[in-house]
Nanobody
Framework: QVQLVESGGGLVQAGASLRLSCGFS????????MGWFRQAPGKERDIVAA????????YYKDSVKGRFTISRDNAKNTMYLQMNSLKPEDTAVYSC???????????????????WGQGTQVTVSS
């Protein structure tokens, strides 16, 4: 059974940086496209970024373009989200997810992802 575990969240001031990690186990990491999602209080879960199994294709939500970078290391079974210039509106629970159909393009739809981590809290103070 695939398991995903996020780490790296925390409380930071606006303008700071954080790097989130998503550890993958229970399968072959390179068989999955991956995504980072976030959910703020009172809001729906939303895609932040996604990356193809071979890193050749990525997607970013408009509001994080130029500030966040998604990457993966298939040898380490780990995906990352480097978050720079953090803003209070980035405050949310961040979750990673795995899509078991790598033959399709990276997807932004929550329902296309088959496995989810438990999430890590990111809080940005002003």
């Amino acid at each position: 059974q695939v398991q995903l575990v996020e780490s790296g969240g925390g409380l930071v001031q606006a303008g700071a940086s954080l790097r989130l990690s998503c550890g993958f186990s229970g399968g072959t990491f390179s068989y999955y496209n991956m995504g980072w999602f976030r959910q703020a209080p009172g809001k729906e879960r939303d895609i932040v970024a996604a990356i193809a199994w071979d890193s050749r294709s990525t997607y970013y939500k408009d509001s994080v373009k130029g500030r966040f970078t998604i990457s993966r290391d298939n040898a380490k079974n780990t995906m990352y989200l480097q978050m720079n210039s953090l803003k209070p509106e980035d405050t949310a629970v961040y979750s990673c997810a795995a899509d078991r159909f790598p033959e399709r393009d990276v997807t932004t739809r929550t329902g296309d992802y088959d496995y989810w981590g438990q999430g890590t809290q990111v809080t940005v103070s002003s």
